[in-house]
Nanobody, 118 residues
Framework: QVQLVESGGGLVQAGGSLRLSCRASGRTFSRYGMGWFRQAPGKERDFVASIARSGSTNYGDSVKGRFTISRDNAKNTVYLQMNYLEPEDTAVYYC????????????WGQGTQVTVSS
């Protein structure tokens, strides 16, 4: 497995922005697909965004046009830029690694809390 550490969560007002970071261990980060997921209290974990090793991206419907996923392979880091945040975005955000590039995420970070106040 690869070790993943998220950072950048916090408290922000509605309409504000945050950037989450997820740093991966190891030397083969550039070969992985990476994803962001979130889980709100009492709800299931939902897909937020993914980025393939090619750089192609996908987004959940609720975040399209507001969130942007990117990666810096030289820094072993994937980012999630979140703009126009809404109270409904409040959740614990997790990054995950798809080492086989088949959308099966087999390594997960510990999560970072994002709270959006109205």
């Amino acid at each position: 497995q690869v070790q993943l550490v998220e950072s950048g969560g916090g408290l922000v007002q509605a309409g504000g922005s945050l950037r989450l970071s997820c740093r991966a261990s190891g030397r083969t980060f550039s070969r992985y697909g990476m994803g962001w997921f979130r889980q709100a209290p009492g709800k299931e974990r939902d897909f937020v965004a993914s980025i393939a090793r090619s750089g192609s991206t996908n987004y959940g419907d609720s975040v399209k046009g507001r969130f942007t996923i990117s990666r810096d392979n030289a820094k072993n880091t994937v980012y999630l830029q979140m703009n126009y945040l809404e109270p409904e975005d409040t959740a614990v955000y997790y990054c995950a690694a798809d080492r086989n590039n088949d959308y099966n995420y087999d390594s997960w970070g510990q999560g970072t809390q994002v709270t959006v106040s109205s």
